[in-house]
């Protein structure tokens, strides 16, 4: 079970904690969800390479070396992209990466840092 904060889906306040199996707790409106639960009802759904679940803001690590048009290297295995965004598509996260700019990685080519 994950001991991170999480958004409260129903008054967004940012202070949302584990309560129990899987559950969430929000300690100002007193609502409790399951973050499974929340993903089955339509939210977008990303999952790194090993099958973590992916959110906006995250951190992540690229596993392998990746060519990027128009450029002269590679974004190399290794490199740490901070606070992804996702989006719908085949290239479902947004990024910046240093010294390459704003970029669309695939999932499958990133783990959860």
């Known amino acids: 079970?994950?001991?991170?904060?999480?958004?409260?889906p129903s008054c967004k306040s940012p202070?949302?904690?584990?309560?129990?199996?899987?559950?969430?707790?929000c300690p100002e409106c007193g609502y409790e969800w399951s973050p499974?639960?929340?993903a089955a009802?339509?939210?977008?759904?990303?999952?790194?390479s090993?099958?973590?679940?992916?959110?906006d803001g995250d951190s992540v690590v690229v596993i392998k070396d990746?060519?990027?048009?128009?450029?002269?290297?590679?974004?190399?295995?290794?490199?740490?992209?901070?606070n992804i965004r996702l989006t719908e598509g085949d290239h479902n996260i947004?990024?910046?990466?240093d010294g390459f700019g704003a970029m669309a990685l695939k999932?499958?080519?990133?783990?959860?840092a």
């Not at 090993?50 to 959110?55: A, D, F, H, V």
């Open 1 to 8: 079970m994950s001991d991170e904060m999480k958004p409260c």
């Open 15 to 25: 202070y949302g904690y584990p309560s129990g199996d899987e559950l969430f707790m």
């Open 36 to 38: 499974k639960e929340l």
């Open 41 to 48: 009802e339509g939210e977008l759904v990303v999952k790194d």
């Open 50 to 55: 090993n099958g973590n679940l992916l959110q």
């Open 66 to 82: 990746l060519p990027v048009k128009g450029a002269s290297k590679p974004v190399k295995a290794g490199t740490k992209v901070k």
């Open 94 to 97: 947004d990024c910046k990466i």
């Open 107 to 112: 999932s499958e080519f990133v783990k959860k």
